[in-house]
């Protein structure tokens, strides 16, 4: 459902999709100094990086992750519809919600994965050759210790200087989630020939098995099968 605009950046989208704003990219970056601490039964946040398609689909592959849901973060109930956040105008950013078992995968590892793979986050309104600020790089916190590890993360990165610009991302607390329609969830699952996928997504699950195959499963994590 991306436009035909889109598939005409094919270059810049390649360029962009792995977050080659980092020196190194065959490198994983370094893990988080601080992370949350060990908890009792499954944890969740909100991540926006861009096409809704990519970032889930990343994550549906992530050992640990339960489900990985797409939808809509950022602005009102009555306005996270497509067609609407598509404006730009709704204060929604293309999300997904990640549900995971702390006792698998950390807090810490889910957004090294995020910050690794899943987009570029120094881009701030854009992600490859989706713009606009429903394409922004935004972490949407559940409680405030995962927004103190999220900064903490940001500010251990740039100060190492991992990207060659300066981290993008913002963190917020959520205040609403609300699920994408249908036809958007395990996207990338239904659609691995399309020409979108292929340029855009695909090599992020390819970095993923490379980059960190600790965390890397083969078979993916479906929304369909949690129904």
């Not at 972490?139 to 990165?157: D, F, G, H, K, S």
Request: proline share 7%.
């Amino acid at each position: 459902m991306r436009s035909l605009r889109a598939l005409t950046l094919i270059l810049p989208a390649v360029l962009l999709a792995m977050g080659c704003a980092r020196a190194e990219e065959d490198k994983p970056i370094p893990a988080p100094v601080v992370d949350a601490r060990p908890a009792a039964g499954l944890q969740t946040v909100v991540l926006s990086g861009g096409c809704f398609w990519g970032v889930q689909g990343v994550f549906e592959h992530v050992k640990g992750v339960k489900q990985a849901l797409s939808g809509y973060a950022g602005g009102s109930a009555a306005t996270a519809h497509y067609e609407l956040t598509s404006t730009g105008m709704t204060g929604h950013a293309e999300s997904v919600k990640v549900t995971f078992d702390p006792k698998e995968v950390t807090f810490g590892q889910i957004l090294r994965v995020f910050f690794g793979v899943a987009h570029d986050p120094t881009e701030r309104d854009r992600q490859g050759p989706d713009e606009g600020t429903q394409y922004r790089s935004e972490i949407w916190t559940a409680n405030p210790e995962q927004a103190a590890v999220a900064r903490a993360y940001i500010a251990q990165l740039d100060k190492a200087h991992v990207f060659a610009r300066p981290i993008a991302t913002r963190v917020d607390l959520l205040k609403g989630f609300y699920p994408a329609e249908g036809y958007h969830q395990d996207y990338l699952i239904h659609n691995p020939d399309s020409l979108y996928i292929q340029v855009n997504d695909m090599p992020k699950i390819e970095n993923l098995k490379a980059l960190y195959p600790a965390l890397y499963r083969e078979p993916p994590v479906l929304v369909a099968a949690a129904h």
